[in-house]
């Protein structure tokens, strides 16, 4: 199994940046596809955007030419590029991994939270 922890989430001005982290506990490349999710108070867990172990990603619409996934294969850690943030973008922020075998196109696990096996403990971003 894989550990996730993520980290660099905070506080910041609507307008602002902020990169996420994700490290994994293990070798993550060419294994797992990953992704990033978001939940805010009383919504849904909702797909920020995810990366399949070949590089590719997609995202959801609202945050598309915004923010960047990617990942370090050497340092088995995925991040999450947030630029432009607006009030809509706060909320809790979670990285998700799971092995290659169950994964499923990049736009199906992006609707399916369910799918992912393992995640982290979430970071906060506020937006103000």
């Known amino acids: 199994h894989v550990q996730l922890v993520e980290s660099g989430g905070g506080s910041v001005q609507a307008g602002g940046s902020l990169k996420l982290s994700c490290a994994a506990s293990?070798?993550?490349?060419?294994?797992?596809?990953m992704g990033w999710f978001r939940q805010a108070p009383g919504k849904e867990r909702e797909g920020v955007a995810t990366?399949?172990?070949?590089?590719?990603?997609v995202y959801a619409d609202s945050v598309k030419d915004r923010f960047t996934i990617s990942k370090d294969n050497a340092k088995n850690a995925l991040y999450l590029q947030m630029n432009s943030l607006q009030p809509e973008d706060s909320g809790m922020y979670y990285c998700?991994?799971?092995?290659?075998?169950?994964?499923?196109?990049?736009?199906?696990?992006?609707?399916?939270?369910?799918?992912?096996?393992?995640w982290g403990q979430g970071t906060q971003v506020t937006v103000s």
């Open positions: 998700a991994a799971e092995t290659l075998s169950r994964c499923v196109s990049n736009w199906y696990m992006l609707s399916r939270s369910d799918l992912f096996r393992y």
């Open positions: 990366i399949n172990s070949d590089g590719s990603t």
């Open positions: 293990r070798y993550t490349s060419s294994n797992y596809c």
